[in-house]
């Protein structure tokens, strides 16, 4: 299985500024034929299921807010929200697609400072 | 739009089978594919398994031993058998919809806390 390791295991950032959530996996979903990142991201708030933000590492899911932006290739990547709002509270999770079983990184847990 | 909701029991006994249905609406389940998803407490996330439009099946091979997933095109529904269940299977169960066999899951139903308990 693909190992998904996320950093940090939580963190605090103030109002409007800008947060930022790794993840790094075991080994590379960047499928060379098609030159894509088999990474999604999902935002999850405590009562709610899973939310898609973004999906092929950088592509925004439509309805999702443009400060919410992801980047990487290979085995490191990045979602950056770039200015935090109070209803982006949350656990972040990355996830591969490259092959089967599917697997999450272990989540990144985002609060207000 | 997809929406998705499971429905079962909420408590299941030690050894017994856990037994989990997810209706569809806005969408045909002969289209797509659609998994099973879990969460233990305080814990992340965790593929259980997924059948696709034609009924083929992949499961986690963590689970495979145990798992069974069918599909009811008559309903709309499509439901997961998971046997022998013990305390480490008590989890927020979550039924998700997906375009191809590996792919992000996009929507995902409520999903449905089963304790395993006696």
């Known amino acids: 299985d693909i190992v998904m390791t996320q950093s940090p295991d939580s963190l605090a950032v103030s109002l409007g500024e800008r947060a930022t959530i790794n993840c790094k996996s075991s080994?590379?979903?960047?499928?060379?034929?098609?030159?894509?990142?088999?990474l999604a991201w999902y935002q999850h708030k405590p009562g709610q299921p899973p939310k898609l933000l973004v999906y092929?590492?950088?592509t925004r899911e439509s309805g999702v807010p443009d400060r919410f932006s992801g980047s990487g290739s290979g085995t490191d990547f990045t979602l950056t929200i770039s200015s935090l709002q109070a209803e982006d509270v949350a656990v972040y999770y990355c996830?591969?697609?490259?092959?089967?079983?599917?697997?999450f990184g272990q989540g990144t847990k985002l609060e207000i400072k | 739009q997809v929406q998705l909701q499971e429905s079962g029991p909420g408590l299941v006994k030690p050894s017994e089978t856990l037994s989990l249905t997810c209706t569809v609406s806005?969408?045909?389940?002969?289209?797509?594919?659609w998994s099973w998803i879990r969460q233990p407490p305080g814990k992340g996330l965790e593929w259980i398994g997924y059948?696709?439009?034609?009924?083929?099946?992949n499961y986690n091979p963590s689970l495979k031993s145990r798992v069974t997933m069918s599909l009811d095109t008559s309903k709309n529904q499509f439901s997961l058998k998971l046997s022998s269940v013990t305390a480490a299977d008590t989890a927020v169960y979550y039924c998700?919809?997906?375009?191809?066999?590996?792919?992000?899951?996009?929507?995902w139903g409520q999903g449905t806390l089963v304790t395993v308990s006696s």
């Open positions: 996830q591969q697609y490259y092959n089967t079983p599917p697997t």
């Open positions: 059948i696709s439009y034609s009924g083929s099946t």
């Open positions: 080994q590379s979903v960047l499928y060379s034929t098609n030159n894509r990142n088999y």
């Open positions: 806005g969408a045909s389940i002969s289209s797509y594919y």
């Open positions: 998700a919809s997906h375009a191809s066999g590996l792919s992000w899951f996009d929507p």
């Open positions: 092929w590492a950088s």
